[in-house]
Nanobody, 127 residues
Framework: VQLQASGGGLVQAGGSLRLSCEAS????????MGWFRQAPGKEREFVSA????????AYADSVKGRFTISRDNAKNTLYLQMASLKPEDTAVYSC?????????????????????WGQGTLVTVSS
């Protein structure tokens, strides 16, 4: 599966953005999906994950209550709605797909569990 993230940009602190990740192929629904981010000079970190059906989601503590992950399997698209953005949310955000081993999104919080990665989209939050 090929993944293409979009929707990044420059936003003021407190603002909102919605990221999208479009997947190629007809097997999008077979994969659990996740968002990761990497800030300059820092390691990549988990942001959020969603089960293949969408009924299970997981979030990093740093974004819980502010970000919402969702998916539309009919459109082969993953979303990340980001609200109340903070300057520390500035990073390149990447989407990834994992072959399913669990129906719980909490299983998919580590990068090595993912099989496919899209190129990232830059989110910059100004103070």
């Amino acid at each position: 599966v090929q993944l293409q993230a979009s929707g990044g940009g420059l936003v003021q602190a407190g603002g909102s953005l919605r990221l999208s990740c479009e997947a190629s192929g007809r097997t999008f629904g077979y994969y659990a999906m996740g968002w990761f981010r990497q800030a300059p000079g820092k390691e990549r970190e988990f942001v959020s994950a969603i089960s293949r059906s969408g009924d299970s989601t997981a979030y990093a503590d740093s974004v819980k209550g502010r970000f919402t992950i969702s998916r539309d399997n009919a459109k082969n698209t993953l979303y990340l709605q980001m609200a109340s953005l903070k300057p520390e949310d500035t990073a390149v955000y990447s989407c990834a797909a994992a072959l399913v081993a669990s129906n719980s999104a909490y299983y998919y919080t580590r990068a090595p569990q993912y099989n496919y990665w899209g190129q990232g989209t830059l989110v910059t939050v100004s103070s």
